[in-house]
């Protein structure tokens, strides 16, 4: 069931880039012309990135606890790099031969730019991102880097319990104080949702008890107090003149950690399909692709074929996106990811050899 939660967050994500905002561009005329209640809707889209964290929080420790830190090192690179840089040869393609009116494909493509792309964390090398939805791939990152300092003692579930506890209180001083160096490592404005999935987490293995729905309280009262910080953010540059609640915002992202209870701890958890594990599978490549690829795709259908309407090539941008995730799973992921585990396995221990002779 979490993988299928993984998919609506990435397809919440896809509403708020493709409806949520008034893009001209991609529709000839605002969402809020022909999608009203749509787009009003499609405004708190951008809740699916933070729904996104929380459920990182629970899969990522699920994937951490009985590994060392290079074994967790060697899954999330493996995981995470064949399909950014097939996606990013797909955009620097796209750029090149049919380039947006906003963007310059002599600077995009400047070799320092694509190096410092192929990186996946271009923002602290002071470049441009290509790709401009892996900006969370750096949050997740700075996430994964923290796992590793509790992987070097070895996950228990006290050391885990302990880790969380420590980096809530570090996250409060830090966005209290704003420690603007700290939160860089703090991540303040997320701590309480991986705090809250890695407690999901331990509930499930060890069982419920006060003290975790104790962190797991502080952790989202935390979250949602810091919640505003992102509210003025989209307030500030998604072009809207609506106004994006901070009350609905709370509420809508309360009611998917209400899910995600559901679905590891609750009833839901028996759900198991077959569809809903390819469903999570497609969550990464479809988000990689859905801005960089999808709204130029969907732009060049509204222009092409006027007939589609807005819905029409809606719908079919979707699919187009659906299905070009599932190609880049099925032939490059899976392959290209056993070839990158083996090799790095193989690195984590290498067979000494013998002393060169003079």
Same mark, same amino acid.
Do not use: C
């Given at each position: 069931m979490v993988d299928g939660l993984r998919l609506v967050a990435a397809l919440v994500v896809a509403a708020f880039h493709f409806l949520g905002t008034p893009m001209l561009a991609t529709w000839g005329e605002s969402p809020k012309v022909f999608a009203y209640l749509v787009h009003r809707a499609a405004m708190y889209g951008w809740l699916g990135v933070e729904m996104f964290f929380l459920i990182s929080g629970f899969v990522i420790c699920m994937s951490a606890w009985g590994r060392t830190p290079g074994e967790f090192a060697v899954s999330r690179i493996s995981r995470l790099f064949p399909a950014y840089w097939f996606v990013l040869?797909?955009?620097?393609?796209?750029?090149?031969? @049919?380039?947006?009116?906003?963007?310059?494909?002599?600077?995009?493509?400047?070799?320092?730019?694509? %190096?410092?792309?192929?990186?996946?964390f271009p923002g602290p090398l002071r470049s441009d991102l290509l790709n401009g939805v892996a900006w969370t791939l750096d949050v997740e990152a700075r996430f994964y880097l923290l796992m590793v300092l509790v992987l070097?003692?070895?996950?228990?579930?006290? !050391?885990m319990l302990g880790f969380c506890t420590v980096w809530l209180v570090a996250a409060?001083?830090?966005?209290?104080? !704003?420690?603007?160096?700290?939160?860089?490592?703090?991540?303040?404005?997320? $701590?309480?949702?991986? %705090? $809250?999935? @890695?407690?999901?987490?331990l509930m499930c293995r060890f069982g419920q008890n006060l003290m975790l729905w104790t962190v797991m309280g502080l952790a989202w009262a935390y979250q949602l107090s810091v919640l505003q910080v992102r509210v003025n953010w989209h307030l500030a540059t998604s072009g809207t003149t609506n106004t994006v609640s901070w009350t609905l915002s709370a509420l809508l992202l309360t009611a998917f950690l209400g899910v995600l209870v559901? $679905?590891?701890?609750?009833?839901?958890?028996?759900?198991?399909?077959?569809?809903? @594990?390819?469903?999570?599978?497609?969550?990464?490549?479809?988000?990689?692709?859905?801005?960089?690829?999808?709204?130029?795709?969907?732009?060049?259908?509204?222009h092409?074929?006027?007939?589609?309407?807005?819905?029409?090539?809606?719908?079919?941008?979707?699919?187009?996106?659906?299905?070009?995730?599932?190609?880049?799973?099925?032939? @490059?992921?899976r392959p290209v990811g056993r070839l990158m585990r083996r090799g790095l396995r193989r690195g984590l221990r290498p067979a000494e050899k013998p002393a060169f002779m003079h």
């Open positions: 040869l797909l955009i620097v393609v796209r750029v090149a031969v @049919i380039p947006l009116r906003n963007e310059d494909p002599a600077s995009l493509l400047h070799p320092r730019e694509l %190096v410092a792309n192929l990186t996946m070097k003692f070895g996950a228990t579930y006290q !050391r409060f001083v830090t966005y209290s104080q !704003r420690l603007t160096l700290l939160d860089q490592f703090v991540l303040s404005t997320y $701590a309480g949702l991986f %705090v $809250a999935g @890695i407690v999901l987490y559901l $679905a590891t701890l609750g009833p839901l958890r028996h759900v198991r399909h077959r569809w809903l @594990i390819t469903a999570g599978a497609l969550t990464y490549p479809f988000y990689l692709l859905h801005v960089s690829i999808g709204i130029p795709f969907a732009k060049g259908l509204t092409h074929v006027p007939a589609l309407g807005h819905w029409g090539t809606l719908a079919v941008t979707t699919t187009f996106v659906l299905l070009l995730s599932y190609g880049i799973h099925r032939w @490059i992921e």
